[in-house]
């Protein structure tokens, strides 16, 4: 039926048509990448950010004999920034809100880094923040789990940025396809032109006779 109906309309409208379901594929197609690449590439700047924070903690702070987990501190925790320390048998010893925010603590991800496991996840806070959360093993000279780091960073920004791509693809592609659509239509016209007229004039021929 829809094929039969395809058929009816005029070449003109078939060419056009056909422009612009090709032309949207290759928009969705566009529009995806750029989507989906741009959020690995934040996720994975995210990560990284995790990471190198992570690092300066553990770069600081002893971990040989018994270590104060209490004295461990790191700039910025509190505000933009989200630590907490736990020890060996997962018991809280630092433990920093997030902009006034209880941070709800993820046993899964405790009992795999006391198994030496580092994972990342996300927390959602009360007000709709996300927090991205590394918990990473504290781990001595000597290779055993002394404890437990958590630091969290928030997301806000990343899904921000996400968001108002989404936005802008969302209406910036079918004002493009109906832009193209518009060019197309037009310019099969013209290339049709010498067509219609041969048309026509065969047509007038045949009445003639």
Partial sequence: MRA??????????????ASAALLAAALLLFGAALYFGLRQRLNSGLDEQLQDQAE??????????????????????????FLR?????????????????DVPLDRAAVTAAIAGQARIDRVTLTGDDVLQILTTPMISGAGQTVGVLQIG??????????????????????????????GGYLLAGRALAPVATITELARRIDAAD
């Fill in 85 to 101: 320390v736990l020890d060996a048998r997962g018991t809280v010893v630092t433990n920093s809100d997030y902009e006034g925010n």
């Fill in 56 to 81: 300066v903690v553990l770069a600081t702070t002893p971990v040989e004999g018994t270590p104060d987990l209490t004295a461990i501190r790191l700039d910025g925790a509190g505000g933009d920034v």
């Fill in 153 to 182: 960073l928030d997301r806000d920004e990343i899904d921000e940025a996400l968001a108002a791509l989404l936005a802008i693809l969302v209406l910036a592609v079918p004002l493009v396809l109906l832009v193209a659509a518009g």
């Fill in 4 to 17: 039969s109906s395809t058929r009816r309309l005029p070449i003109r409208w078939r060419l056009t048509l």
